[in-house]
C-alpha cells in the first residue's frame, strides 16, 4: 500500500524535473559527460543540487498596470439611437415593404396605410382653398370701393382681415396634409411610411391588414429602428466595488461567441440607484459596433482604473504548473533549492506572467522550469 503524500509527490516530481534539468555535465578528464546530482533533503521543499550555476536564475521583475474589475453584463441598443417608425394616419395596413431584423437606409419605403384620415384633411384643404379664393375677391373688391369713396376704412380692414384668416386656414390645411404624407397636387388615400433613419428594426408592432396609427390600432409606432453601430454594454457592479469604477475609464470586453478578441469601450454612465435584492448598480459602457455584437449577447467586461497596481512578474516559464497549484523554485544557499507555492495573475507581454503572492521585486528563482520539463521527458 502506498503512504506517500501529496507533498511526497510534487517533491518527487520537482527533484526530478531538477535532476533532469542538470542535463550531462562534460568531465575534461574522461571525455564522458558526467551525470548532474540530486540529493534528497528532509525537508519536503527543498531540493539539493551538485552545481546550481547548471539552473540559470532570473530577477523577478516589476511592472505597474492598471487596477482591474471583472465583470459581466450583456448588449442592449443605444437608447439615443433608437427611433420609432410612426405612422400619423390611422387605417389599415395595404402593404409592408420591410420585416422584423431587417438592415433599412433612411428614406427607405417601409409600408403603405390606407387611411380615411387623408379623406378628411383633403377635403379640409379644398374648403380651405375656396374661402380663400372667396375671401381674395372680397378683398379686392373692397379697395376698388374704397379707393372710389364707396366705402369707410373700417369695412376695408374687415375685409382684409377676412382674407388673412383665410389664408392662415388654407396654410394649415396644407400643413396637414403634408404632415400625413400627401402630396396636394396628386392626393391618395394610402400614405407611404418612410424610415427616418438607418439602421436594424429591432421591433415590428404591425402585419399585413392590420390596423396602424392610434386611433386604430392604439400606438403609432409601426417599427423601432436602432442604429447599432454604437451598442450599450449593461454591467452589473456591486456595491463595495463601486468606489473602484470612475466615468471615462477604459474597459475591456470579450464576448462568450468570439472567444480571444477583445474590444474596447468606455464607461459613460454609473447607475445611481442599487438593486435592493443584490446590492449592485448598473454602469453603462458605450462600444463602438462593426458588428460583433448582437443585441443580448452575454458579455465579460473588464474596468481599468487610471489608479496602477504594481505587480511582480516573472518569466512565464519559470513557473511550474502542476496539480492546479503553482510553484517556483528560489536559491535558498548551499547548493539548495526552495519550493515556493506562488498565486499566479494575468499575462503580460514578453511572455511575462504575473505574481500575486509569496515574491517580491528582485527576488531570484530559476528562470525556466519548462526546459527542465523538456529534458525531463526527453530522457
Same mark, same amino acid.
Given at each position: 500500500?502506498?503512504?506517500?503524500?501529496?507533498?511526497?509527490?510534487?517533491?518527487?516530481?520537482?527533484?526530478?524535473?531538477?535532476?533532469?534539468?542538470? *542535463?550531462?555535465?562534460?568531465?575534461?578528464?574522461?571525455?564522458?559527460?558526467?551525470?548532474?546530482?540530486?540529493?534528497?533533503?528532509?525537508?519536503?521543499?527543498?531540493?539539493?543540487?551538485?552545481?546550481?550555476?547548471?539552473?540559470?536564475?532570473?530577477?523577478? %521583475?516589476?511592472?505597474?498596470?492598471?487596477?482591474?474589475?471583472?465583470?459581466?453584463?450583456?448588449?442592449?441598443?443605444?437608447?439615443?439611437?433608437?427611433?420609432?417608425? &410612426? #405612422?400619423?394616419? $390611422?387605417?389599415?395596413? /395595404?402593404? &409592408?415593404?420591410?420585416?422584423?431584423?431587417?438592415?433599412?437606409?433612411? %428614406?427607405?419605403?417601409?409600408?403603405?396605410?390606407?387611411?380615411?384620415?387623408?379623406?378628411?384633411?383633403?377635403?379640409?384643404?379644398?374648403?380651405?382653398?375656396?374661402?380663400?379664393?372667396?375671401?381674395?375677391?372680397?378683398?379686392?373688391?373692397?379697395?376698388?370701393?374704397?379707393?372710389?369713396?364707396?366705402?369707410?376704412?373700417?369695412?376695408?380692414?374687415?375685409?382684409?382681415?377676412?382674407?388673412?384668416?383665410?389664408?392662415?386656414?388654407?396654410?394649415?390645411?396644407?400643413?396637414?396634409?403634408?404632415?400625413?404624407?400627401?402630396?396636394?397636387?396628386?392626393? #391618395? $388615400?394610402?400614405?407611404?411610411?418612410?424610415?427616418?433613419?438607418?439602421?436594424?428594426?429591432?421591433?415590428?408592432? +404591425?402585419?399585413?391588414?392590420?390596423?396602424?396609427?392610434?386611433?386604430?390600432?392604439?400606438?403609432?409606432?409601426?417599427?423601432?429602428?436602432?442604429?447599432?453601430?454604437?451598442?450599450?454594454?449593461?454591467?452589473?457592479?456591486?456595491?463595495?466595488?463601486?468606489?473602484?469604477?470612475?466615468?471615462?475609464?477604459?474597459?475591456?470586453?470579450?464576448? #462568450?461567441?468570439?472567444? *480571444?478578441?477583445?474590444?474596447?469601450?468606455?464607461?459613460?454612465?454609473? %447607475?445611481?440607484?442599487? !438593486?435592493?435584492?443584490?446590492?449592485?448598480?448598473?454602469?453603462?459602457?458605450?462600444?463602438?459596433? $462593426?458588428?460583433?455584437?448582437?443585441?443580448?449577447?452575454? /458579455?465579460?467586461?473588464?474596468?481599468?482604473?487610471?489608479?496602477?497596481?504594481?505587480?511582480? +512578474?516573472?518569466?512565464?516559464?519559470? &513557473?511550474?504548473?502542476?496539480?492546479?497549484?503553482?510553484?517556483?523554485? @528560489?536559491?535558498?544557499?548551499?547548493?539548495?533549492?526552495?519550493? /515556493? @507555492?506562488?498565486?499566479?495573475? !494575468?499575462?503580460?507581454?514578453?511572455?511575462?506572467?504575473?505574481?500575486?503572492?509569496?515574491?517580491?521585486?528582485?527576488?531570484?528563482?530559476?528562470?525556466?522550469?519548462?526546459?527542465?520539463?523538456?529534458?525531463?521527458?526527453?530522457?
Amino acid at each position: 500500500m502506498n503512504n506517500s503524500s501529496p507533498f511526497t509527490t510534487v517533491f518527487c516530481l520537482a527533484g526530478c524535473l531538477a535532476l533532469a534539468g542538470c *542535463g550531462n555535465k562534460f568531465n575534461p578528464a574522461s571525455g564522458e559527460a558526467q551525470q548532474a546530482q540530486v540529493t534528497q533533503t528532509g525537508d519536503a521543499g527543498l531540493i539539493s543540487v551538485q552545481d546550481p550555476s547548471q539552473f540559470p536564475l532570473v530577477a523577478a %521583475g516589476r511592472v505597474d498596470t492598471p487596477s482591474k474589475l471583472d465583470v459581466t453584463g450583456s448588449v442592449f441598443p443605444d437608447i439615443d439611437r433608437e427611433v420609432p417608425v &410612426i #405612422s400619423l394616419a $390611422s387605417g389599415r395596413v /395595404v402593404d &409592408i415593404r420591410a420585416r422584423l431584423d431587417d438592415n433599412v437606409k433612411k %428614406g427607405q419605403l417601409l409600408l403603405k396605410v390606407q387611411s380615411p384620415d387623408i379623406s378628411s384633411a383633403f377635403n379640409t384643404y379644398l374648403k380651405a382653398v375656396n374661402d380663400e379664393q372667396l375671401a381674395n375677391k372680397a378683398y379686392v373688391r373692397a379697395q376698388d370701393l374704397f379707393a372710389h369713396g364707396a366705402i369707410a376704412q373700417a369695412m376695408l380692414e374687415q375685409e382684409q382681415d377676412t382674407e388673412d384668416d383665410a389664408k392662415a386656414d388654407l396654410a394649415a390645411a396644407e400643413q396637414q396634409l403634408a404632415t400625413l404624407g400627401v402630396d396636394k397636387n396628386h392626393p #391618395s $388615400s394610402v400614405v407611404n411610411v418612410y424610415a427616418p433613419i438607418s439602421g436594424v428594426i429591432i421591433a415590428q408592432n +404591425v402585419t399585413n391588414a392590420a390596423a396602424a396609427g392610434v386611433t386604430y390600432s392604439g400606438s403609432s409606432t409601426a417599427f423601432t429602428i436602432a442604429d447599432l453601430s454604437v451598442v450599450w454594454v449593461i454591467c452589473d457592479v456591486f456595491e463595495n466595488d463601486l468606489p473602484q469604477v470612475r466615468l471615462g475609464e477604459d474597459a475591456q470586453i470579450r464576448l #462568450s461567441a468570439i472567444p *480571444g478578441k477583445v474590444f474596447t469601450g468606455r464607461v459613460s454612465d454609473i %447607475g445611481p440607484v442599487l !438593486d435592493p435584492a443584490i446590492r449592485t448598480a448598473k454602469v453603462r459602457i458605450e462600444v463602438p459596433n $462593426s458588428g460583433a455584437f448582437r443585441l443580448g449577447m452575454y /458579455v465579460t467586461a473588464t474596468l481599468l482604473s487610471r489608479d496602477t497596481v504594481a505587480h511582480v +512578474v516573472v518569466p512565464a516559464t519559470a &513557473i511550474l504548473h502542476l496539480h492546479d497549484r503553482d510553484w517556483v523554485f @528560489e536559491p535558498a544557499g548551499n547548493n539548495q533549492f526552495k519550493r /515556493v @507555492e506562488v498565486t499566479t495573475g !494575468d499575462m503580460m507581454p514578453d511572455n511575462m506572467q504575473q505574481v500575486l503572492s509569496n515574491i517580491a521585486p528582485g527576488q531570484q528563482v530559476v528562470r525556466n522550469v519548462l526546459e527542465l520539463e523538456a529534458t525531463a521527458e526527453a530522457q
